[in-house]
């Protein structure tokens, strides 16, 4: 997953073991990985359909 997010390696992993939390841009990278919004994936949504 971190090659394609686009995220460094060393942060993927330091979210993924709970060392780091995720900034702004991390979770947009995140959001686009999955193809959800990023309000339904702190939680502000339930519904994962993005808003273009």
Same mark, same amino acid.
């Given at each position: 997953?971190?090659?394609?997010?686009?995220?460094?390696?060393?942060? !993927?992993?330091?979210?993924?073991?709970?060392?780091?939390?995720?900034?702004?841009?991390?979770?947009?990278?995140?959001?686009?990985? !999955?193809?959800?919004?990023?309000? !339904?994936?702190?939680?502000?949504?339930?519904?994962?359909?993005?808003?273009?």
């Amino acid at each position: 997953m971190a090659e394609q997010t686009s995220l460094p390696l060393e942060t !993927y992993l330091q979210l993924e073991q709970g060392k780091r939390c995720p900034s702004a841009i991390d979770l947009i990278f995140i959001a686009d990985f !999955y193809n959800v919004s990023v309000d !339904y994936l702190i939680g502000r949504s339930e519904k994962p359909d993005r808003v273009n």
